[in-house]
């Protein structure tokens, strides 16, 4: 067991972090480019206790996340690669996750209407592009930021910020980080291999 290995102030950390992560909170990226982008989201996921972020890299090669700039989240942060958007989403649909893709489109939902306590996953697309229309399809609801400016869209990195950040005021009001989803025989498995990092 390392957990002996680690000091005191640090173990607490990593207790507190692990039992406060969010396993029913996933997030999706699909094909987005930029390195920095991709490590902003990174840490935006750590911030706000996701667990694991599922990449769906068709159209672009999956970039290099800088330890720099992601502050180590990428670290921190479980990944999992998928080849096409069905495979991500059915295996996503195994577990028991609802599918949320971000677009602006005059069917989407607003994204303060969504209830981001249940099991869900939310998808952000391409920077130029958006989500592919095989997502549109396949997801169980589109949303979008409204916006109160002539500009209409944020940068992916920005967008999925604040939609984890309203997923992470929902669930704190709901009390679902004052617990762990976790059994205490997983939770201790967890913190073992969080001592290994």
């Known amino acids: 067991m390392l957990q002996k290995f680690k000091t005191e102030k640090r173990l607490k950390k990593i207790r507190k972090v692990v039992k406060q992560r969010q396993h029913s909170l996933k997030v999706v990226l ?10 902003a989201i990174y840490r935006t996921c750590d911030s706000v206790g996701v667990d694991k972020v599922s990449l769906l890299y068709i159209k672009e090669k999956f970039p290099k996340i800088s330890r720099v700039s992601s502050s180590s989240a990428n670290k921190w942060v479980k990944s999992e690669r998928f080849q096409t958007a069905k495979e991500c989403f059915d295996n996503l ?11 602006l489109d005059e069917g989407a939902k607003d994204l303060y209407e969504l209830n981001l306590t249940e099991k869900v ?11 592919s229309e095989e997502v549109v399809e396949l997801a169980d609801e589109i949303f979008y930021i409204p916006m109160r400016g002539m500009i209409q869209s944020l940068n992916v990195s920005v967008a999925t910020a604040v939609t984890l950040y309203e997923a992470q005021r929902q669930r704190a009001n709901s009390g679902m980080y004052i617990t762990s989803d976790l059994s205490d025989e997983n939770l201790e498995t967890e913190i073992d291999k969080w001592c290994e990092k």
């Open 30 to 39: 699909e094909d987005i480019h930029d390195p920095h982008n991709v490590s």
């Open 93 to 103: 649909r195994k577990e028991g996750f609802k599918i949320y893709a971000s677009k």
């Open 121 to 131: 996953a939310i998808v952000m697309g391409n920077e130029h592009r958006g989500i």
